[in-house]
């Protein structure tokens, strides 16, 4: 199998073009690619596909095979291998989604994209304001918010704080409360200013990660409703940075996405 990693803020997937490949069993493929000492490292498996209803489809999966509905990270990704690789002929594309059509918009130099703009919709706010639960006896307040997918955004009061979190401890308490069924992203947030906030994420599927687009949005979302940000943010993540704005009631995210290495891997 034919593949290339890529990478947006340094949330890593292995990527395959599926224009050209066939991948038997992706949930099974998902998780020995993903392994990081056995395999080839990522935080799961994107399929980059034709679409019926789209110009093209991204469909993911977490690194423990699980099927994701949505990735931003990874559809900045898909979006510059298609327009780079001639799949798109235009800087303005559609793309298919388990969360829906998703609108992107290319900006391009040297006849390739380097930012990518990408409409991730209407976002809505899922729990009380905030909502409380327990983890591991201790109360913690967070505001629920769906973009595709569930998330729960939880605030720390300095940025010492979020960076000494030990999430590979703790993270799995947040991803598999009871309040949460079918599991939950979970990202932790410091508020730097008006047009700054600091994330640390916690991936169902996947744990700790680099970033997360649609975690992105969703902080920034639950950010703006609660009158903290403006409706255009930068938000700091460990792998890099994402731009968030909220235009009416769509949000968009923007940033680069970049090409680790490509080869092949025999199973």
């Known amino acids: 199998m034919k593949f290339v990693k890529m990478q947006g803020a340094g949330n890593d997937y292995v990527y395959v073009d599926c224009f050209k490949e066939k991948v038997e069993n992706p949930s099974e493929v998902a998780v020995k690619v993903s392994d ?3 395999g080839i490292g990522s935080d799961g498996l994107i399929l980059i596909c034709p679409s019926d209803i ?28 298609v327009y780079d690789h001639g799949y ?13 059509i998703k609108y992107i918009e290319v900006e391009p130099k040297d006849g390739v994209a380097e930012y990518i ?9 899922t729990s009380d304001f905030p909502e409380k639960i327990l983890i591991n006896g201790e109360e913690k ?10 998330h729960a955004v939880y605030y720390v009061n300095s940025l010492k704080k979020l960076k000494e979190m030990n999430l590979e401890n703790v993270g799995e308490y947040y ?25 640390r994420v916690w991936e169902r599927g996947s744990g700790e990660t680099l970033a997360c687009g649609t975690g992105a949005c969703a902080s920034a979302f639950a950010t703006m409703k609660r009158g903290l ?9 460990l792998g ?14 923007r940033g680069k996405a970049e090409y680790v290495f490509t080869g092949e891997i025999n199973f």
């Open 36 to 38: 990081r000492h056995f």
């Open 141 to 150: 307040e967070f505001i629920g918010v769906d973009i595709g997918n569930p």
């Open 229 to 237: 940000c403006e409706t255009t943010v930068r938000v700091h993540l």
């Open 88 to 100: 798109v002929k235009s800087e303005k594309f559609t793309m298919e989604t388990g969360a829906g």
């Open 54 to 81: 789209a110009d093209v489809k991204m469909d993911m999966y977490n690194a423990d095979g699980s099927r994701g509905l949505m990735c931003g990270n990874g559809s900045r990704c898909v979006a510059k291998y």
């Open 240 to 253: 890099g940075n994402l731009d968030i704005s909220l235009v009416g009631d769509e949000i968009y995210m």
């Open 175 to 199: 991803e598999k409360h009871e309040r949460f069924p079918q599991k939950v992203n979970s990202e932790f947030i410091y508020i730097e200013d008006r047009k700054n906030i600091h994330m």
């Open 117 to 125: 703009n990408v409409n991730m919709g209407k976002a809505t706010i």
